[in-house]
């Protein structure tokens, strides 16, 4: 196998230390991982010629900087076009990006999908003019924990990629100190639908210039969790050019609300996270077509908002002491109230939130009063009060119930209504005295 087609399998050669490296092939599961593959331990990497995924871990490049890489000849592309690998994931890894500028070509022989760097260091500057006009089938790009230049100034290797990356779906770029977008690059990646900036640090102002006119026309799902976001209606301002995104994750910004905001969300918005951003009221305005909304693990009193497409509402983990009503949402499905300030549900909503398919208001102090414990109890008996009961149900009050579970509280006629029982029995003993006169 010539030295052409180990750097397009291995980028992770390195000289072999005491004949210990080698890769290990878990066939079950059609997954290979090389450790520090070397030519001299070529016979090694034979076995992963049957997997779908490899994995290569540590390896110095350096050292071949220098060495020439020619065309493939017609055996080697012919190998590389019958292997089964579909993706590739390389970790530990120096990377000088001259080398990979000269290897990445190859990858047009395969029919490997997914390509993922992991806790690697892309040195130096490669010259990737060698890309122009040339197409690969790896669809997902992935870096994780990298080092490398800003990609400001990198928009001509960019362009002499645009083919391949115009094609491209999914792009993750996460926990590698990010702070900003050129959006030249964006304008690249046309087919992405996609985008995940997760654990960066991305501030307010970089969203725009990130997302301006033209850049990623077709992008569907956006994360930017773990950033430096502070501002919802800067959020907004920044996004509101992606006119086909459907999921946006924001969730683990410090965000503050503008009540006086009259920035509007793309239409096509369906799924918003706002979870752990220390929210203490619902910030306005909401996307107007979600259908699953998070606002769980925030610091949130009271909720009156109103969507009439919402199917799925999470609101676990705040401060809240009343259930918002559900009128409010005509198909929602899905109610999540765990962990808030609770007491009781209303007699009304208890009705109507029989209809949904999963509710949960575990972990609240509930007051086992005839209508609290009741109303509890009917809305179980319909089979829809699902995660945490009976356990995680448990009475905060009257005390001669404290810490019982609310499951266990006697609901009974003659208990809880016991004018009910009273009155006819009243009416009897007239009846009798009536009578007995």
């Not at 052409?4 to 004949?19: I, R, S």
């Not at 800067?234 to 503008?258: I, P, R, T, Y």
């Not at 609101?315 to 198909?331: D, G, T, V, W």
Request: net charge negative; hydrophobic share 40%.
């Amino acid at each position: 196998m010539s030295v052409a087609v180990l750097l397009l399998l291995g980028l992770g050669l390195q000289v072999a230390e005491g004949g210990t490296d080698r890769c290990f092939f878990n066939r079950a599961q059609e997954y290979c991982v090389c450790y520090n593959l070397s030519e001299e331990t070529v016979g090694s990497i034979i076995q992963c010629l049957a997997a779908t995924v490899v994995e290569f871990q540590g390896g110095d490049l350096e050292k071949y900087i220098a060495l020439p890489i020619r065309d493939l000849d017609p055996s080697a592309i012919e190998t590389l076009g019958s292997l089964v690998i579909q993706k590739i994931i390389i970790g530990n890894v120096l990377v000088p990006e001259i080398l990979l500028a000269r290897v990445l070509r190859f990858f047009s022989y395969t029919h490997v999908q997914e390509l993922a760097f992991e806790s690697c260091i892309f040195q130096g500057a490669g010259n990737w003019s060698d890309m122009d006009g040339q197409n690969l089938p790896i669809l997902s790009l992935s870096f994780h924990n990298v080092t490398s230049a800003p990609l400001t100034g990198h928009e001509q290797a960019f362009s002499s990629l645009s083919r391949w990356l115009g094609t491209l779906q999914e792009l993750a770029v996460t926990s590698s100190r990010v702070t900003s977008l050129p959006c030249a690059i964006g304008r690249v990646f046309r087919a992405l639908h996609s985008l995940n900036l997760a654990q960066n640090s991305l501030g307010d102002g970089s969203l725009a210039p990130a997302f301006c006119r033209g850049a990623f026309p077709q992008l569907q799902e956006l994360s930017l969790h773990h950033n430096n976001l502070s501002s919802y209606h800067s959020v907004c301002e920044g996004v509101q050019l992606l006119l086909e995104l459907q999921h946006l994750d924001l969730s683990h910004n410090q965000l503050m609300a503008d009540s006086s905001s009259s920035c509007q969300w793309p239409a096509s918005l369906r799924h918003f996270n706002l979870s752990s951003t220390g929210l203490d009221e619902v910030p306005t305005p909401l996307p107007p077509n979600l259908e699953v909304l998070d606002m769980s693990h925030n610091h949130l009193h009271a909720v009156d908002i109103s969507l009439s497409s919402l199917k799925k509402l999470f609101l676990n983990q705040n401060l809240l002491q009343a259930m918002p009503s559900i009128r409010n949402y005509p198909k929602l499905d899905t109610l999540r109230l765990d962990n808030n300030s609770i007491s009781e549900l209303p007699r009304d909503e208890v009705k109507l939130l029989g209809r949904l398919q999963d509710v949960a208001v575990a972990d609240n102090p509930f007051s086992c009063s005839c209508s609290g414990a009741g109303g509890l109890q009917a809305l179980a008996a319909t089979g829809h009060l699902g995660q945490g009961w009976p356990g995680e149900y448990r009475c905060h009050s009257p005390a001669e119930y404290q810490g019982r579970l609310v499951a266990q509280v006697p609901v009974s006629v003659a208990r809880c209504h016991l004018a009910a029982v009273v009155a006819p029995l009243c009416v009897v003993l007239t009846l009798l005295g009536v009578a007995g006169a």
